[in-house]
């Protein structure tokens, strides 16, 4: 190959090489580039034209310049706005920079020309078929180049030009490029552009099946997509809708049935969304639709309006229930304030008393009087928490807890809620739900209830909470600092009476198909029935015995054909069978080691007949009965009293050297216990030592102390009616109980004298008769 040597300036190219018999546009703005194109311009328009190395460098030093480059004429130059010139350059031949002669204010170089040879080889001649192939394969793959542009490069003869012209074609670094520069020699060209070639077609392959794949996705997606417009319009028509929109616009819908709190509303319309994104068949698809069925079906802000009318309300709960005079009166109580502001938070109401009461009821009748929903959730068992609070929804088949299935039920957030049999309730590993109940029934915070379910604050402040237990000592006593305690003790006979007559004897003959006219009861028939065939606080035992009589006059209206059946206390046995509890009376006259007591029990009050009888022995204090601890420390404290103070009740000073003493309470199948029969007891072993009786017409109750004095003691409502029950005139009672009088009917009250005591020198004197009597 010709070379010759020649000096011409220097136009270094950024990012882009010429290659022989390449016409190109260059835009040129760097002052050093403008000086070569004037001095080129002003001498024989010659230029050579070299690549960067870096294309971001603006002022390239020689070794920042590849050698290898192209001498190009200027075809045309034009000065754009801006002080850049655009040139037109037309590549002529390769050349070699063998030195910088001058580098202000251009670079003038010192260069070696190459000719291109003219003769072929039969190697050549291969590589150029090879090359040209090749290049018309990349042309219909890339499709960039027109059909065109490739004849007219195709039609070329010469190797050396056919190669430089497909180079010029190529989208190729710059790197590539060079290297098919440097390539001097013919054949080394070929081979270089035919490997170009080959890597270029390699990754138009890759290109074309990642496109083909694409293409089908997009088909198969646009496909889809197009169907489902296409049946989203034809449901249109029909009125139809498919499954999954129908229910996304229904919840949309039913939320627009009730105002939410701003942070609940976010909630649903995020659930929504959420379900509207998912595939149906997914799992989480099923626990979203149960959350948002939850979330709207509780009653945010639903609320039912009170009937405020007080006279209308004391009607109905007269209407309801005979007594339980101070339940009453606090419902009227809560209306009257609710008449004057809404903004009363809703009481937290405990009735506590004995089963068969009418707790229940009553609770209904409330909700019935004020004209509010009602719900009933017991406790009774309950011991998981999340029975109280609900599971969090990350357990399978997780639900909210027992409050606001409740509220849900109701469908108004002000309902009378009832929590029954609270006193009932354990706890264990699950976790402790009446600490639970603590932020259910804690005005102060049940505006804010957080269910682990539901998971946002449910406002219970509007909530009438009615809460029922038999026994007070079992409620765990946080839980009963937050609630307002009505003791509803238990009914007097003649309550029984009236409630019988005004309720239960209608009630049933109503459920068993009967009519007034065909069973008539006695008022004596419902008393008998109380006293002989009953022996509880409330009312279901009497309710059971009124309704199996009712099923007898049934079957003799059925089976006998009678019109009419009267129910008496001469022919009561015949409907009943014989009476299963003696009519316990007072004792009919004074005996000496004989003493009356009063006890309470869960059923109502009872009296407990004490018996004491001294025999010769050596002190041993003998007690029978099923009595418990507590009655036992009682009778030890009454004998250790009595032991101090012999001298002053005129019994020996040795006398428990040389005497037994056997106290016994009958019935001793029934335990027995309880701090209230102190002074019944030792009254009893005062009688037996010094041998005056103990009145017959008289009964008692208190605890005693080592010192002689008289404790205060509890159910004395209950104790009081049993007495009155059985006859009693008189009653011994602690002065400290005075205030639980009180609490009785009028009818007990005027009929038993009440003497009130401190000391057992006082409970001796009133109850001891004396000796000259």
């Not at 639900?399 to 009832?418: D, E, H, W, Y």
């Not at 008539?520 to 059971?544: N, P």
Request: charged share 30%.
């Amino acid at each position: 190959m010709e070379s010759k040597k020649r000096t011409i300036p220097l136009l270094p190219l950024r990012g882009i090489l010429v290659f022989p018999y390449m016409i190109i546009h260059l835009d040129v703005g760097r002052e050093k580039s403008i000086s070569a194109l004037e001095e080129a311009m002003v001498d024989d328009r010659m230029i050579m034209l070299a690549a960067q190395k870096d294309a971001q460098n603006d002022n390239p030093e020689p070794d920042d310049i590849f050698t290898v480059g192209t001498v190009a004429e200027i075809k045309q130059l034009l000065k754009l706005p801006g002080g850049t010139i655009r040139v037109l350059v037309e590549g002529l031949h390769r050349a070699e920079i063998v030195g910088y002669s001058d580098m202000e204010p251009y670079y003038q170089v010192e260069i070696r020309e190459f000719e291109e040879p003219q003769g072929k080889t039969a190697e050549v001649e291969a590589l150029t078929r090879t090359a040209v192939n090749q290049f018309e394969q990349w042309v219909k793959l890339s499709k960039k180049i027109p059909p065109e542009t490739l004849v007219s490069v195709v039609v070329v003869e010469e190797p050396g030009r056919l190669t430089d012209l497909i180079a010029s074609h190529l989208s190729l670094k710059v790197e590539d490029k060079q290297a098919l520069l440097d390539a001097i020699d013919v054949q080394e060209r070929l081979e270089k552009l035919c490997e170009i070639l080959g890597r270029e077609m390699e990754i138009l392959e890759l290109e074309k099946k990642i496109n083909v794949r694409v293409r089908k996705q997009m088909e198969k997606t646009q496909k889809e997509y197009y169907l489902r417009e296409q049946l989203k319009a034809i449901q249109k028509e029909l009125g139809d809708k498919d499954d999954r929109t129908a229910e996304v616009d229904e919840y949309r819908e039913r939320m627009k049935e009730q105002e939410f709190p701003k942070d609940v509303l976010e909630k649903i319309q995020k659930e929504i969304e959420r379900l509207e994104k998912m595939p149906p068949m997914v799992a989480e698809s099923a626990v979203i639709r149960t959350y948002l069925d939850w979330l709207l079906a509780l009653p945010w802000s639903k609320e039912s309006e009170d009937r405020l009318d007080i006279d209308v309300a004391e009607g109905t709960l007269e209407e309801d229930h005979y007594g339980l005079e101070k339940v009453k009166e606090r419902i009227l109580e809560y209306l009257s304030i609710r008449k004057l502001t809404a903004q009363m938070k809703g009481p937290i109401l405990c009735l506590v008393g004995p089963p068969g009461v009418g707790k229940t009821s009553l609770a209904r009748s409330v909700a019935r009087a004020m004209e509010r929903k009602f719900v009933r959730v017991s406790l009774g068992g309950v011991r998981d928490e999340a029975e109280i609070r609900g599971h969090r929804r990350t357990y399978v088949g997780a639900l909210p807890g027992r409050i606001v299935q409740g509220m849900r039920t109701a469908g108004s957030k002000n309902p009378v809620f009832l929590l029954d049999e609270i006193d009932k309730m354990s706890a264990d590993f699950r976790g402790d739900p009446s600490s639970a109940l603590l932020e259910v029934l804690d005005p102060e915070q049940n505006n804010t209830f957080s269910d682990h379910y539901v998971e946002l604050p449910f406002d219970l402040s509007r909530v009438l909470w009615i809460v029922t237990a038999n026994v007070m000592h079992n409620i765990p006593r946080p839980l009963l600092d937050r609630m307002e305690i009505i003791n509803i003790p238990g009914y007097t006979e003649e309550e029984k009476v009236q409630i019988a007559k005004r309720y239960l004897v209608d009630k049933q003959i109503k459920d068993h198909g009967l009519t007034n006219k065909q069973i008539v009861f006695s008022e004596g028939t419902l008393q008998k029935v109380i006293r002989e065939y009953t022996r509880e606080a409330g009312v279901r035992g009497l309710e059971r015995n009124i309704a199996a009589i009712c099923r007898k006059v049934a079957r003799q209206i059925v089976q006998n054909k009678k019109k009419s059946v009267r129910v008496t206390a001469q022919n009561l046995h015949t409907f009943l069978g014989t009476q299963k509890y003696r009519n316990r009376q007072a004792e009919l006259e004074d005996q000496v080691g004989v003493s009356t007591g009063l006890a309470w029990t869960e059923v109502g009050g009872d009296v407990l007949a004490t018996e004491v009888t001294v025999m010769k022995g050596k002190g041993t204090l003998l007690l029978t009965g099923q009595l418990g601890e507590v009655m036992r420390e009682s009778a030890q404290a009454g004998f250790s009293y009595i032991r101090s103070r012999a001298a002053e009740l005129g019994i020996e000073a040795d006398f428990q050297e040389k005497t037994d003493i056997h106290i016994h309470l009958p019935e001793g199948a029934i335990p027995k216990d309880g701090p209230s029969a102190g002074i019944t007891m030792a009254t009893a072993v005062v009688s037996a030592l010094t041998g005056r009786a103990v009145r017959s017409d008289l009964a008692m109750t208190g605890e005693i102390t080592l010192r002689g004095r008289v404790l205060p003691v509890g159910g004395i409502k209950e104790k009081m009616l049993a007495a009155h029950r059985i006859g009693i005139k008189t009653i011994l009672m602690p002065k400290e109980n005075k205030r639980d009088l009180e609490e009785l009917p009028a009818n007990v009250k005027k009929a038993i004298e009440f003497i009130l005591v401190e000391h057992m020198d006082e409970v001796l004197e009133s109850a001891l008769v004396k000796p000259n009597e």
